[in-house]
Each structure stands twice: as structure tokens, then as C-alpha cells.
């Protein structure tokens, strides 16, 4: 190419001139590329725009609200162009804004655009929305991966610019309106950490203002595995559905697991007025007291309000705190023997005392406290253990406190290893919990799965050694050096292997018309002494003559004579007497409970079933329960009598 020279003038007559505009050329047209607009309430008096394409942060941009008759000015504060206005935007308020005299980055060209039936709304604070559903552990069937479901509870229509899941910011700003819901998942995230299966933590935040780096937090969720109905759907495949969206995120009360088709109902908003109802075991109220180290520590069958942990609400002054994500488990921070111990009693009164779901003003609780005893006796021992759980509910592990005074548990290690090392011991928790002489208190991974409780039921969250059919599962205390051990044995699901006699080593399964389990409270092979109740004392004994029933005799002892007198004096009895093999399985009712006794009776047993067939050669187990129907003044304080007596059938 030949390039002129400066100067030097153009008087070609043929060819072309690059440099110069031909005679009959014409400028390009600059074509004005529309704005799309996003607009985004930071407060009532500042708007803040993401406009695209890029426009030239030296633009002279002029905002018009087409409700009002001036323009504002525009200010560049990247990624936003701002307008702070001297009047307040209503909320809720559709309204019309042209942006006029936007300069694009590319090529300076003017341009505008225009952002209709724009409704101002603010972004959400904490309250505004809940985590109201989510999957944290989905199956190989499951048409979804992992996902959390947010639901706007507030009265108005939120702004979701700037909202994010732990670290993951949401893609695209959008609004979320009152009683709606929006699913939020990897597609829809900029990044996503993988939710864990067993337990974890969902934080859901947002930018404090568009203009700003700096987060609030808008609802927070520390979940567990156990908060699901049962086992087996938190194997995979169930979603976590809160049932209160106005009750603690971190109760385990307000989590039940999916109810719908799929094993959710992901991205159903409820309607107004809806209401959420969780089916609960009614459990006892009253607290099983413990120790981590030198503080003292508490375990409540329900999720308490945040309130039982003021030290204003307790005499003596006592500060708690949960433990990790459970609100049903404090421990203090004060040492035990800081409270003032009076012949190894504490007392102590909570003066705010309320659950979670508890809709009735606080009450006042007070607790007299027995310390635990460090007398070397013989003290925990094996008394049921349930390790083939009906589907979808958990194994189990019972002790019982044999000695006669308070013990804790502290000290108490499992294994069901093959000769054990030290390490291969283990404790259940790492709180010592007390419990009184001839108490019981069960273990298990999720007491809420654990199948056949009742109101007496004690039962503690707790790590539990392999209970496969044929291992021995171990107990020993650290502290007495005592040693007890089980085989375990399943051979029906969701019957239990339960102790005949605490002072004896015979195991036998739990009666099946029982429920087949006895967790964590008095059961069918319990010596538990209570109150108004007698158990296999000498007194009133049940007497069976003979022992054994020899069917194939040609003497005339085929049959045995079970017989029993009541106490003199004291009004009628209600009687009833089982028959039950050695495993726990019920075989024949000898007399039904309502049977009337005032005074000695009789009954024979000819070795036979129910329905008149001959029994299989075994040992059986004959059950006597009586109790007093005479409710007057005069009745003495026994009030039921249980007695049990072997049968050898051959």
C-alpha cells in the first residue's frame, strides 16, 4: 500500500480514495440497541438498576418515573446504576420508569429503554422466609437431586437480588410473592456444596442491600437424620418437610418426613390457612439429669424453648446451652458442685419452664436431684437389646441400674468386637447420665424411630457397636471393673432379647402381644420393685405342683396345679395368668384378667396350646398379675401383684 503524504492534494481521476469519503458514500447508520432493565428497591429512597447491555459508566443516564413529571439522575456504583430520590417509593405500587440517554461501552452509541409495571419491593429479612422443605439425601429413584425449598411468610413481596445458600448466590434476582414458594437447586445457584445425609447445617442469607458484599441471615436449619419418621426413609429418597413454618427451624418436632407421591412436595405452596399436624408418642416429662465432666446436664423427651436456657429463669442461677442442633439436651455452665449440695441432694427450680410446641404460657418446674454414688458395687447390667428392627425402626440397647443407689453412666463401654482392644470399647454418649436404683434407660441412633415406647419410656440418643446376629455384645464399667455380655440372637423382627431375671443370666424374647420390646421402661422380665406393686417376693407366692408335665407318663401327671392366695383382708383381685414359651411367645391364657379372687385359688395347666393341641417339650413360663379392685381408704398400699413361675413340658 502507498500511503500519501501529508499535504500533498488529491487529484487522482481514477481509482479509489480509502481515506476520504466518496462522493456518493454515506455514514453508517448507528443502530440503538434496547436496555433490558432490572430494577431492585435498596430502601424506600434508593433504586438500584442492572442494565444490559453495558453502558459507559460516564454516561449522563436520566431516570423518568412515569408517575411523576421530573427526571433523576443515574450514578454509576458497579454493578448498579443507582438513583437516590428525594421521595420514598411505595411498595407493592406498580410503576413505569423510562432510562433515557445511556451511552453502550461498545461503541458510545445512545440509547434507552424502559422497565414496565415494575413493583417496588425490599428484600426479605429474618422472618420473611423459612426454609420450608428440603433433600439432602436422594435415592437412585428420585427424579430430583439434592434441593431446598424456601417459602415467603411475610405479608409482602420480596426481592430475592442477592440471596444466598451457604456460599451459592442465586443466578438470577427475581421476586418471591406473599404464601409463595421457590425450589432452589444447582441449576439455579452459581455454585452448590453437597447438603450431607446424616446431619448438617442449611444457611439461607442475603445481601444487606444491593450495593453491598456484607450478608444477614434469614433462616437457619441444623438438621439430623433422626428427624425423619423413621429409618427407612432416611435411607434416601424422602425429603425433610417442616410442619410449623411459625415454630424453631431447629426442632426436631417441627420436621417430619415427605408426604407426597414422590417423597415430597416440592414446590407446593400451602394455602392459606393451612394447617400441618405431626402425630407424636406422648413420652414422659420428667428429666433425666446427667454430667459432662463437672457440669451438670439435662435430657427432655421434647424440644424446649429457648427460654429454659436464661439463668434468670433458674434458682440457683444456672446458664445452659443446647447441645449442637438438639433442643431437648442442655448442659450448664456451672460444675455440680458449685449448686450446694445438702446429704447429696441438689434442689432446683426453673421458673420459665416450656416445650417448643407448647402453646400454654411457661410453668414452674422444680426438681429435687439425687448425685450420683461412687460405691463400687455391682452396678449397670444388660436387660434388653433389640437388634432386627421392624422395617424403617431402630435397634436398641437397655441397662439397668442393679445396685441401690444412684449410678451414672458414665464409665459404661460396649463392644460387640471379637476380643476387643482397649480402642474397641466405646461409650454410648459422652454425658454420664444418672440413673435411680433398678432404673432402665435404653440407647439408640434416633429414639424417635424406636418402635412400642410409652409414657415411662427413657431413652437417649446414642452411638451403638454392630448388633449382627451371633456377635456377643459386651458391657463393662470402667469404674467397678463389673463385666456383663449378651449373645445376640434375633429371630423374629421387632422382637427383642430381653433378661427372664436381673439376677440371673437367662434371656428369653419379649411377648410378642406385648408389642415385642419394652424400651427403655419396665418390661416382662423386669424386677423392678415400684411402689403399691410386688414383685416375685416370698410373699404371696405363686406354687405350682408339679414342675413338670410328662406327657407320655401313664401316671395320672399330666397336668400341673398353679396356686395362688391373696393377701388376707384387703378386698378383691382382679386376676389373669399367661402362659409363655421361653422365647417371650404367648401360648394359652389360663384365666383372663377380671377373674375375681378373694382367697385361695387353683387352676390347671394340662400342657396344651389355646386351641387343645399338646405343647412342644420345652420350659414355659407362667405369668400371674393381680390387681386390688378395692380403691377405699382402708386399702393397704399394695395395689398389684406379679408373679412368675417354670413349667417343664417333656
Not at 429512597?45 to 449522563?60: G, M, N, R, T, Y
Not at 428420585?142 to 424456601?150: A, K, R
Not at 456377635?471 to 440372637?489: A, F, K, P, Q
Amino acid at each position: 500500500m502507498v500511503w500519501r503524504p501529508i499535504g500533498e492534494p488529491t487529484s487522482l481521476t481514477l481509482g479509489a480514495t480509502p481515506w476520504e469519503k466518496g462522493e456518493l458514500e454515506a455514514s453508517a447508520p448507528q443502530i440503538a440497541t434496547p436496555l433490558s432493565i432490572s430494577s431492585h428497591l435498596v430502601n424506600p429512597q434508593k433504586v438500584a438498576f442492572l442494565i444490559q447491555p453495558d453502558l459507559d459508566p460516564l454516561s449522563e443516564l436520566k431516570c423518568q418515573f412515569i408517575q411523576e413529571e421530573n427526571e433523576e439522575e443515574a450514578y454509576w456504583e458497579s454493578p448498579y446504576w443507582v438513583v437516590d430520590r428525594e421521595s420514598p417509593l411505595p411498595e407493592g405500587k406498580p410503576i413505569d420508569i423510562i432510562v433515557e440517554d445511556a451511552q453502550l461501552c461498545t461503541n458510545g452509541v445512545n440509547t434507552h429503554g424502559a422497565a414496565m409495571d415494575w413493583i417496588p419491593a425490599l428484600p426479605p429479612e429474618w422472618g420473611d422466609i423459612v426454609i420450608s422443605e428440603f433433600l439432602t439425601n436422594p435415592s437412585p429413584e428420585s427424579p430430583w437431586d439434592e434441593w431446598v425449598e424456601i417459602a415467603n411468610v411475610s405479608n409482602r413481596t420480596l426481592d430475592l437480588e442477592g440471596l444466598q445458600l451457604g456460599e451459592a448466590k442465586l443466578k438470577v434476582g427475581q421476586y418471591l410473592n406473599v404464601d409463595s414458594v421457590l425450589v432452589l437447586e444447582p441449576n439455579c445457584m452459581d455454585s452448590w456444596s453437597a447438603l450431607a445425609a446424616n446431619s448438617g447445617q442449611i444457611k439461607l442469607s442475603i445481601r444487606t442491600n444491593q450495593l453491598s458484599e456484607e450478608t444477614s441471615m434469614i433462616d437457619l436449619v441444623e438438621y439430623s437424620r433422626c428427624w425423619h419418621d423413621d429409618r427407612e426413609k432416611a435411607e434416601g429418597g424422602f425429603s425433610l418437610e417442616r410442619v410449623n413454618y411459625s415454630l424453631p427451624a431447629n426442632s426436631p418436632n417441627n420436621w417430619i418426613s415427605g408426604t407426597g407421591v414422590l417423597g415430597s412436595t416440592r414446590g407446593t405452596a400451602r394455602l392459606p390457612g393451612f394447617e400441618m399436624v405431626k402425630l407424636e408418642i406422648l413420652r414422659d416429662t420428667s428429666l433425666i439429669w446427667g454430667s459432662l465432666g463437672e457440669l451438670l446436664c439435662w435430657h427432655s423427651p421434647y424440644s424446649m424453648d429457648s427460654c429454659v436456657l436464661f439463668s434468670e429463669n433458674w434458682d440457683p442461677p444456672i446458664e445452659w446451652e443446647f447441645i449442637t442442633s438438639s433442643s431437648n439436651i442442655a448442659v450448664s455452665e456451672h460444675s455440680i458442685y458449685d449448686l450446694g449440695s445438702i446429704e447429696n441432694l441438689v434442689e432446683i427450680t426453673c421458673y420459665a419452664w416450656k416445650e417448643v410446641s407448647d402453646e400454654n404460657p411457661t410453668r414452674t418446674n422444680s426438681w429435687t436431684i439425687e448425685l450420683p454414688s461412687e460405691n463400687p458395687q455391682r452396678d449397670f447390667v444388660l436387660n434388653e437389646v433389640l437388634s432386627d428392627p421392624l422395617p424403617g425402626k431402630s435397634q436398641f440397647v437397655e441397662i439397668c441400674n442393679t445396685s441401690d443407689h444412684v449410678k451414672s453412666t458414665s464409665g459404661i463401654i460396649v463392644t460387640t468386637d471379637d476380643q476387643p482392644l482397649p480402642n474397641e470399647w466405646s461409650e454410648f454418649t459422652e454425658i454420664g447420665w444418672w440413673n435411680p436404683p433398678q432404673g432402665i434407660i435404653a440407647f439408640a441412633e434416633c429414639p424417635s424411630w424406636v418402635d412400642n415406647t410409652s409414657v415411662d419410656s427413657r431413652i437417649i440418643k446414642a452411638d451403638l457397636p454392630s448388633l449382627t446376629n451371633g456377635r456377643i455384645l459386651r458391657l463393662m464399667s470402667t469404674r467397678t471393673g463389673y463385666t456383663d455380655e449378651v449373645e445376640i440372637n434375633s429371630s423374629l423382627d421387632g422382637v427383642s432379647q430381653e433378661r427372664y431375671n436381673l439376677g440371673d443370666d437367662i434371656w428369653v424374647n419379649t411377648p410378642n402381644n406385648k408389642g415385642g420390646s419394652s424400651p427403655g421402661m419396665d418390661n416382662f422380665s423386669s424386677m423392678m420393685h415400684h411402689e403399691n406393686t410386688i414383685e416375685n417376693s416370698p410373699q404371696h407366692p405363686l406354687t405350682i405342683t408339679p414342675k413338670t408335665i410328662d406327657c407320655q407318663s401313664t401316671s395320672n401327671f399330666k397336668w400341673a396345679m398353679l396356686e395362688w392366695q391373696p393377701p388376707e383382708n384387703v378386698g378383691v383381685w382382679s386376676v389373669a395368668i399367661n402362659i409363655f414359651t421361653s422365647k417371650g411367645e404367648w401360648v394359652n391364657t389360663l384365666t383372663e384378667e377380671g377373674e375375681e379372687v378373694e382367697s385361695k385359688k387353683i387352676w390347671i395347666f394340662e400342657g396344651e396350646s389355646l386351641s387343645g393341641g399338646k405343647l412342644f417339650p420345652g420350659t414355659y413360663i407362667a405369668v400371674l398379675k393381680a390387681s386390688n379392685t378395692d380403691f377405699s381408704e382402708e386399702t393397704p398400699k399394695i395395689k398389684k401383684i406379679i408373679r412368675r413361675g417354670l413349667i417343664q413340658v417333656n
